[in-house]
């Protein structure tokens, strides 16, 4: 499964990416507003640090908009995949630009449904989100175990990108249900670092060392 890092942050992609723990980036608009910066500006500096597809998603609303927008956005760099929403103008605009030979994330997916027209329509990546539904006590994994079923039933190369990720635990989820990608803010990535019994072992291992005294350098 591939890691994409959620953010807009540079410091924060920088530092996974050099840890190999970065197969791609996905921004949308309200990462572009925390990130305080211009949505080409720093959209063009993570796309010269990090070498997998770096998402950037338009805000217009009306298909000829998007369009421009969307081609617009491909031109900051190669690795540039146009992210649209999930409306019926989104799908529109995916099926054009994926003609061009531009990769497109289609985000905002909350529907079995809604995957199967996105991948109709050519989408690279699709996103359901799944802490947003869980939000709503809906579960996320279950969308995306049905995409994975409706995907392979029919061979549909569009990639499932499962986002809006809360937790360690949804990326372990994930990689078992079999999405193609995981999007996730660094915090979680770094938090499937963590488990009770390393802390604990490391402070038995630890405090055996100095009792002994060892010293390897
Ligand atoms: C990624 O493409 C999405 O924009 C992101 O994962 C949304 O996450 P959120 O629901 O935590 O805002």
């Not at 531009?102 to 985000?107: A, E, F, K, L, R």
Request: charged share 25%; proline share 3%; glycine share 6%.
């Amino acid at each position: 499964m591939k890691f994409f890092v959620d953010t807009a942050e540079i410091d924060q992609i920088k530092e996974l990416n050099d840890l190999g723990m970065v197969d791609g980036v996905t921004t949308n608009p309200s990462l572009i507003a925390k990130s305080g910066r211009d949505i080409l500006e720093v959209t063009k500096e993570i796309c010269s640090i990090v070498s997998g597809p770096v998402s950037a998603e338009v805000v217009a609303l009306e298909a000829d908009d998007m369009l421009a927008e969307g081609r617009k956005l491909a031109k900051i760099a190669d690795n540039i995949a146009v992210k649209v929403p999930l409306t019926w103008a989104g799908l529109k605009t995916c099926k054009t630009l994926t003609d061009d030979g531009i990769m497109v994330n289609v985000t905002l997916c909350f529907s079995a449904n809604q995957a199967l027209l996105a991948a109709k329509a050519g989408a690279t990546f699709i996103s359901p989100f799944i802490g947003r539904l869980d939000d709503i006590n809906i579960d996320g994994l279950e969308l995306i175990e049905d995409i994975r079923t409706i995907y392979d039933n029919y061979g549909f190369g569009t990639n499932i990108l499962a986002a809006s990720i809360r937790t360690a635990n949804h990326m372990s989820d994930c990689a078992k249900i079999g999405a193609d990608v995981c999007t996730a803010p660094p915090n979680v990535i770094k938090a499937m670092a963590n488990h009770i019994l390393t802390d604990k072992g490391l402070a038995a291992f630890m405090a055996d060392a100095k009792k002994a005294g060892i010293k390897i350098v």
